[in-house]
């Protein structure tokens, strides 16, 4: 980004609505209000807490101009109201619409990055036949169908499940050698560009327990994941694994590696939400633009109460600018 493109206001992140009946309007409201960067906010403001400070902008430069406690927002009509913790199908087309809008302003420089409130699949996919598993791999598809992997981080910890959304069943079937190899190289020219790691030191976990303990429970980790991770350390590659995933998570264990590279999602997930529930972070590595989001869901049984935790959403928008950062 050159000083005219920040002068133009491509410093503000853009953040979609995600499902207004859960609890992303008020979580915006609330991190509108924090010392968060810069952002704009993209859906109905029909759908905010009636006590949110806002103003309507044309686009994402507009929220430069606006007192720092105003939520930026671009305005996006929705069919229906949005009454919390009771999703609407006739909004779901318009809750995807938000994300496509919202992915063109970033690819346009318009805006820095992308931020996503949450969403819930099987509603879009009653409401509208989303036909993607989630946000991840909708927005690769919006990209081109490029290759990406969905990182959770927290200042702790950084994961990368080479699987995600299939049932645990099918994840063998899954993890083959070409899956693994590409998310392995997905996630180190990720943690180059977008984090400032020059050589990532990258932990692999094995699939089985004790990482298969040399083929008697599981010989995986022979056939797929060894092959792999010696080819890429004759590149010159910083590996460690397939190591026993339940003892990679320890402190000791963690200071060892800048990211876990884990074989299926919950694998992955379990360890960085014991460890930062409220502060974790989805980053989508691999896209051509800068895309997070808070690491929990819509939330529907405390939506519209006030019992919302904007911790998450404020660092996903932390995270977004910092890699916007680390692009100039």
Known sequence: MNAAQTMAGTDVLIMSCGDPAGIGPELAARAARSDVPRFVWL?????????????????????????????????????????????????????????????????????????????????????????????????????????????????????????????????PHHLTPEALEQCLRVTKAGLMRDFGIPNPRIAVAGLN?????????????????????????????????????????????RAQYDVAVCMYHDQALIPIKTLDFAGGVNVTLGLPFIRTSPDHGTAYGIAGKGLADPTSLIAALRCAAKMAEQRL
């Open 43 to 171: 859906g109905d403001p029909a759908h905010l807490p009636a006590d949110t400070r806002w103003q309507a902008v044309t686009s994402p430069a507009g929220a430069r101009a606006l007192s720092p406690d105003i939520l930026p927002v671009l305005p996006h009509a929705f069919p229906a109201p949005a009454r919390p913790g009771q999703p609407d199908p006739a909004n779901a087309p318009a809750i995807i619409e938000v994300i496509r809008r919202a992915v063109a302003l970033v690819q346009s420089g318009a805006a820095s990055g992308l931020v996503t409130c949450p969403i819930n699949k099987a509603g879009l996919k009653t409401g509208a036949a989303f036909a993607f598993p989630g946000h991840t791999e909708f927005l690769a598809d919006l990209a081109g169908g490029v290759s990406v992997v969905m990182m959770l981080a927290c200042d702790t910890l950084r994961v990368v499940p080479v699987t995600i959304h299939i049932p645990l069943c099918d994840v």
């Open 209 to 253: 327990p004790h990482a298969g303990e040399s083929g008697t429970m599981g010989r995986e980790e022979i056939e797929i994941t060894a092959p792999v991770l010696e080819r890429l350390r004759a590149e010159g590659w910083d590996l460690s694994g397939p190591l026993p995933a339940d003892t990679m998570f320890h402190a000791s264990a």
